[in-house]
């Protein structure tokens, strides 16, 4: 399975949407602040590939937005993603780098593309 993806605008407004429930939005909010410290070539356990999970979240946390429907599929197609690799335990780069990051970082997934 390719690794889906939205842009940043689509997931600052899911955050910013009011009828998003409280746990997705959790999540989203994580994979937000994973993907800024990646832009920003700040070295953590999400963007040196040790970790998979959004920070800040648990993987109940994760399945409990899978079957959320307060949010787009779209949101529910990265919850997925996220969930099947955590339990897989393959924390291999499953992102190709387009150069839009630091080639020193080795992030598993990388869920969010910038702006078109």
Known sequence: MSVPTVTVRELSDA?????VNATPKKVLEGI????MDLQY??????????QVL????T???VDKSI?????EK????????????????DHSPQSKNDGTWD????????LVRPNL
């Open 15 to 19: 955050i910013n949407d009011n009828t």
């Open 32 to 35: 937000l602040n994973d993907y």
């Open 41 to 50: 070539a700040k070295e953590t356990p999400y963007t040196t590939g040790k």
């Open 54 to 57: 959004p920070t800040g979240t």
């Open 59 to 61: 993987i109940d946390d």
């Open 67 to 71: 079957s959320d429907d307060s949010v």
């Open 74 to 89: 779209k949101f529910n197609d990265l919850f997925v993603k996220i969930s099947e690799t955590e339990k897989s335990g």
């Open 103 to 110: 080639s020193k970082l080795s992030p598993v997934l990388v």
